[in-house]
């Protein structure tokens, strides 16, 4: 039997295997805490430092158990990574028979169904749809497994896309007609099969462990569940223990159901006009609050008369076409679905508006006593209702104020739960991540970084900036990166913690760099898609990248390319937020300090995501800048300045112009 010494030692399977493996002494440690835990069926949180090898060290003990195991990752981009790349290899080193499936979300696959029902249909406001929707009928009609990555012909930005999959709403599941050929099921089928399965955090609560049909079966039969990127965690399972009444569902469900009432119930005029009454009530809805962008408890919107109106409008026609539905829903499975899906709807926005009592001119019955609808308002107390309005729509949410119990209880004793990412501890204290989850009888490990930070990055923390939320604070973090900027050629990441700092420092680079001489090509988010504006910076000489939020972690750049990540603040999220203010309150209503206990660990992790972003192998170097004053100024900045990796430190800028001098020499050596 394989051991993990036969694996990791200095003349092991992977130094025979894997060219220019070196055994490193925490990989081995973490392995032995995952094979521990594997073994005994128990949750582990682990945190590993970047380069510690941490996917070979959970890989390896994970297939050398001879069980189904599910891996869950937070991004895309890692998901195929470790099914391309890092099994592959590992099963090739370990020599093992192990079977491999890559399991995506079903909006990734063609659904026939629908497909054909819009090629039917055929109402579309461009041509360049019904050509696109033509090119992926060609496409299924080839396809193995109607991946939609494989479909080149057809962007995937292209709203075609969105006529030619399924979703978990309108997916008919074992009464489509199409049901022996989908691609989703043929895909979870596959699944079902493999010794270990690749998903990502939002299938994995969407489908998975809510036992969405076929996927549903993967976690009783699963022995160890392995979620990388695991600082994730908390944030995705608040979006899927609560429950949401989107615009975008709305529409879908009008349009589906128009859809389906011309093809199976043509006779039955009313049921399309109750959609697009539906359709024209949701649209109404969203344009009460014009051209504003809006995240809003629910109480702070007791006064808007015109808001109230039109959701009670809204019920009004959602419950029209529910009563229609329900009426001609024998008529297909199609129709059926719809009534489901509306009734459901109907449940979530009735909740929301009875939790509000609504107002004088459109009040709101409370359920019947004893009902499902009074049931879901009474455990949904602990949670917060709250509105978001985005430039195209909006989403009414309730979101539970506290997931540790709720995911404790779906977790059980029949297989080891490993969590594992490099950011998950506050100088090595593990209480903030597992309270939070209700991991409360894990172990906990954590294994620092094996690079030289000292050798290899300088920690800089300018003098003089001003009070962060002063006016004029993102043009003094600009003026202060400049000299910074120009010691380093470019070759650098500015990372703000929003997005109206992050448009303010591009237009002033714009204007300030070509007046400094420097002709660095300046790159925005949102200029591209993120792999795209990565390709572009990987490729253009001097590059330097402004972003926000979406470049803070998930990004891998090495080698001289990357010399220099700028941070304008300390990544406190606003407390304007509706769930971090309602959290904040319950935690300080318990007696507790919600600062202290919940809003500073956050910031800490956070932080120490966008600095990994710097130093990615043992061979880069370079500068971290931290902008913000209270980094050392305040008595919590000191405790998120011990949390970050222990690089070299310092205050004045001779100290970064020899470390880039000394950068410049050894490159030139």
């Known amino acids: 039997m394989t051991t993990l010494d036969d694996v990791f030692s200095e003349n092991g399977l992977f130094s025979q295997a894997i060219p220019g493996y070196r055994p490193r002494p925490q990989q081995v440690e973490m392995a032995q805490a995952v094979e521990q835990a594997i073994r005994a069926k128990k949750p582990l949180i682990a945190e590993a430092g970047t380069g510690t090898g941490k996917t070979y060290a959970y890989l390896v003990p994970a297939l050398l158990s001879g069980g189904k195991v599910i891996v869950s990752t937070g991004t895309k981009t890692l998901q195929d990574q470790l099914f391309h790349r890092d099994l592959p290899k590992v099963r090739s080193a370990l020599k093992v028979p192990v079977t491999i499936a890559l399991l995506k979300g079903r909006a990734n696959y063609v659904c026939t169904y629908h497909l054909q029902r819009a090629l039917a249909d055929g109402r579309f406001a461009r041509k360049e749809d019904v050509v696109h929707l033509q090119a992926i009928a060609r496409f299924a009609a080839a396809s193995k497994d109607g991946d939609k990555s494989g479909c080149n012909a057809v962007p995937e930005s292209s709203p075609a896309w969105q006529h030619a999959v399924s979703t978990r709403d309108n997916c008919l599941g074992s009464d489509c007609p199409n049901y022996q050929d989908c691609f989703v099921m043929q895909a979870r089928r596959n699944a079902l099969d493999a010794d270990v399965v690749v998903v990502n955090h939002h299938l994995f609560f969407a489908d998975v462990w809510l036992k969405d049909e076929g996927a549903g079966e993967l976690l009783p039969r699963c022995n160890t569940v392995i979620f990388d990127e695991a600082h994730q965690l908390p944030e995705v399972a608040s979006l899927f223990f609560g429950e949401t009444v989107a615009s975008g569902s709305l529409l879908e469900l009008a349009r589906d159901s128009r859809a389906e009432a011309l093809a199976a119930a043509k006779d039955f005029v009313h049921l399309p006009a109750a959609a697009l009454a539906l359709d024209k009530s949701t649209r109404d809805l969203r344009l009460v609050f014009g051209q504003e962008n809006l995240r809003a408890p629910q109480y702070q919107l007791a006064e808007n008369l015109e808001f109230?109106?039109?959701?009670?409008?809204?019920?009004?026609?959602?419950?029209?076409?529910?009563d229609l539905l329900i009426d001609q829903a024998e008529r297909s499975e199609g129709l059926e679905?719809?009534?489901?899906?509306?009734?459901?709807?109907?449940?979530?926005?009735?909740?929301?508006?009875?939790?509000?009592?609504?107002?004088?001119?459109?009040?709101?019955?409370?359920?019947?006593?004893?009902?499902?609808?009074?049931?879901?308002?009474?455990?949904?107390?602990?949670?917060?209702?709250?509105?978001e309005v985005g430039p195209h729509g909006f989403q009414l949410n309730i979101t539970p104020l506290d997931i540790a119990r709720l995911f404790n209880r779906q977790m059980n004793e029949e297989r080891a739960w490993i969590f594992t990412s490099a950011t998950l501890a506050m100088n090595g204290n593990f209480k903030h991540y597992a309270h939070e989850l209700g991991l409360w009888d894990a172990e906990q490990a954590a294994w620092e970084s094996p690079f030289n930070y000292k050798q290899q990055a300088l920690l800089y923390v300018p003098q003089g900036l001003p009070d962060p939320n002063s006016r004029d604070y993102t043009?003094?973090?600009?003026?202060?990166?400049?000299?910074?900027?120009?010691?380093?050629?470019?070759?650098?990441?500015?990372?703000?913690?929003?997005?109206?700092?992050?448009?303010?420092?591009?237009?002033?680079?714009?204007?300030?760099?070509?007046?400094?001489?420097?002709?660095?090509?300046?790159?925005?988010?949102?200029?591209?898609?993120?792999?795209?504006?990565?390709?572009?910076?990987?490729?253009?000489?001097?590059?330097?990248?402004?972003?926000?939020?979406?470049?803070?972690?998930?990004?891998?750049?090495?080698?001289?390319?990357?010399r220099?990540?700028?941070?304008?603040?300390?990544?406190?999220?606003?407390?304007?937020?509706?769930?971090?203010?309602?959290?904040?309150?319950?935690?300080?209503?318990?007696?507790?300090?919600?600062?202290?206990?919940?809003?500073?660990?956050?910031?800490?992790?956070?932080?120490?995501?966008?600095?990994?972003?710097?130093?990615?192998?043992?061979?880069?170097?370079?500068?971290?800048?931290?902008?913000?004053?209270?980094?050392?100024?305040?008595?919590?900045?000191?405790?998120?300045?011990?949390?970050?990796?222990?690089?070299?430190?310092?205050?004045?800028?001779?100290?970064?112009?020899?470390?880039?001098?000394?950068?410049k020499t050894q490159a030139s050596a």
Not at 618 to 633: A, F, T
């Open 308 to 322: 109230h109106a039109a959701l009670k409008d809204l019920e009004e026609k959602l419950v029209a076409l529910v």
């Open 337 to 387: 679905n719809c009534r489901r899906r509306a009734a459901e709807q109907l449940g979530v926005l009735r909740n929301w508006r009875a939790s509000s009592g609504g107002t004088e001119d459109s009040p709101v019955t409370p359920p019947p006593p004893g009902s499902e609808a009074a049931k879901k308002l009474a455990n949904a107390a602990e949670a917060v209702y709250w509105l």
């Open 475 to 562: 043009a003094a973090v600009v003026d202060a990166a400049l000299p910074l900027l120009k010691l380093s050629e470019g070759h650098a990441f500015l990372l703000f913690t929003s997005l109206r700092a992050m448009r303010e420092a591009h237009d002033l680079l714009n204007a300030r760099l070509p007046a400094l001489g420097l002709k660095y090509p300046l790159l925005l988010q949102g200029e591209g898609t993120r792999t795209e504006l990565l390709e572009r910076f990987r490729t253009q000489p001097n590059a330097i990248l402004v972003a926000s939020q979406t470049f803070w972690e998930g990004i891998d750049v090495k080698g001289e390319q990357l």
């Open 564 to 663: 220099l990540v700028v941070i304008d603040k300390l990544p406190f999220a606003s407390p304007d937020d509706p769930v971090l203010a309602a959290r904040i309150d319950k935690i300080n209503k318990s007696g507790r300090n919600a600062f202290i206990e919940y809003q500073l660990p956050r910031a800490a992790i956070t932080l120490k995501q966008g600095a990994g972003r710097l130093i990615r192998d043992e061979h880069d170097q370079g500068v971290l800048m931290i902008c913000d004053p209270r980094l050392v100024d305040k008595p919590y900045g000191k405790q998120i300045w011990k949390a970050l990796p222990p690089m070299l430190r310092t205050r004045e800028q001779s100290v970064v112009e020899r470390f880039f001098a000394r950068m």
